[in-house]
């Protein structure tokens, strides 16, 4: 079965990296879908995952298994977690309540599992708000239930079901007071926008899910952690997700087993709600930091049609920072972006060259292609009428 175009879904439309999910895995759970679909043609099933956010969302949630329990990682890293909570309350320049992220939450586990550390520090759901975050809608249908199987307790003190759950058939439900203090949401971390109405949060929780992610997806979803991180705020990993931190705006708080850090330094160049997108190599940022000489949009042309894609964007960006809404430096930095195999990034970069000038050649024939390519057939048509009606004198 050829399942290159799901793949390119899977990796450009969800941000998962097919190779970490071990060999066929991706083409068994396909297969499964496609049945469970009644449909017998991959390119079919392809279409349907780009019209369908349902069969998305459920091709989500068998690749990415939810692989969760209370108190993941021991009792003391929650304990640790709500000492930080109560240490930010007991701050006088700080008004309640404290706000906590939990990204991926998946059945809510572990959000949970802090409010119960709150609830035990005598914290209530006044003083403190916890935003659960995760990309499959079944898993937050669970969460919301707060039903829980036994399994879902291998790691928890033998005393927390009676404590704070109740009986319910062959289940164990979380006791309504401590549901107050969890607000779920769908949404996926390498969006951009993803709680862009949102406060910064003091503390966000995202652990067991870099494994998942491509290298960009990745970028995206550090980018997002920083954005929403108070500027002196704690991020949660894993132990062996910390390597993927800069250090010079992280420093270790606590024990490193615990994955605990503070952040250090808020200088952070290149937000991603701008148009000036950031490295895609967390360890390029401090290079890429560094002041280079004014340049001009032929140097950066120049550069691009040598090869030298790297000096072209450099170029690029600098000149962002100085006219973020020059529509020619964008779209240039769209095609940059495109040769590198960045399609997201240039694809977003090429809307914002159209919102600015709608009828900019160079942005629309690239718009136009990738939206061919995606098999979005009615942008694709409406993006061709108007290269059609568009001339080179529509753009300065």
């Known amino acids: 079965m050829n399942i290159r175009s799901i793949e390119a879904i899977v990796r450009d439309q969800l941000g998962l990296d097919p190779t970490s999910l071990g060999p066929h895995f991706l083409e068994q759970i396909v297969a499964a879908r496609m049945t469970a679909r009644a449909i017998d043609d991959p390119a079919v099933y392809a279409a349907r995952l780009l019209s369908d956010p349902h069969e998305r969302d459920a091709l989500v949630a068998e690749l990415v298994v939810p692989e969760t329990w209370f108190f993941r990682g021991g009792y003391p890293l929650f304990s640790r977690l709500a000492n930080i909570v109560a240490e930010r309350l007991n701050c006088p320049t700080r008004d309640p309540p404290v706000r906590i992220l939990s990204i991926p939450c998946s059945t809510g586990e572990e959000p949970?599992?802090?409010?119960?550390?709150?609830?035990?520090?005598?914290?209530s759901s006044e003083e403190?708000?916890?935003?659960?975050?995760?990309?499959?809608?079944?898993?937050?249908?669970?969460?919301?239930?707060?039903?829980?199987?036994?399994?879902s307790f291998r790691e928890a003190n033998p005393e927390l079901r009676t404590l704070y759950f109740r009986p319910c058939h062959d289940e164990w439900e979380l006791l309504p007071h401590l549901r107050t203090y969890v607000h779920f949401h769908l949404g996926n971390l390498t969006n951009p926008r993803l709680l862009a109405r949102e406060k910064?949060?003091?503390?966000?929780?995202?652990?067991?899910?870099f494994i998942y992610l491509t290298a960009e997806a990745r970028h995206l979803a550090l980018c997002n952690l920083e954005r929403l991180l108070t500027s002196d705020g704690r991020l949660c990993l894993t132990a062996a997700e910390a390597d993927r931190l800069p250090a010079n705006r992280f420093a270790l708080d606590g024990p490193m087993e615990m994955g605990i850090y503070r952040r250090v330094n808020a200088g952070f160049r290149g937000d991603i709600s701008r148009p000036t997108p950031l490295p895609t190599d967390w360890g390029t940022l401090s290079a890429a930091?560094?002041?280079?000489?004014?340049?001009?949009?032929?140097?950066a042309r120049a550069l691009a049609d040598a090869g030298q894609l790297e000096q072209a964007r450099k170029v690029c960006e600098e000149l962002l920072l100085q006219t973020p809404t020059d529509a020619d430096t964008l779209a240039l930095l769209g095609v940059i972006h495109l040769a590198l195999g960045h399609t997201e990034t240039a694809f977003d970069l090429f809307r914002k060259t159209l919102y600015l000038v709608p009828d900019h050649i160079e942005a629309l024939s690239h718009m136009l292609a990738l939206c061919e390519r995606k098999g979005d057939r009615a942008r694709a048509a409406v993006l061709r009428r108007r290269l059609q009606n568009a001339t080179p004198e529509g753009h300065s």
């Open 289 to 299: 930091a560094e002041p280079i000489p004014p340049q001009t949009l032929p140097t």
């Open 200 to 209: 910064p949060y003091d503390l966000i929780i995202c652990r067991n899910l």
């Open 112 to 123: 949970y599992s802090l409010a119960i550390a709150l609830y035990e520090r005598f914290l």
């Open 128 to 151: 403190v708000h916890i935003d659960a975050v995760d990309v499959s809608q079944r898993a937050l249908e669970k969460a919301l239930r707060a039903r829980y199987g036994s399994f």
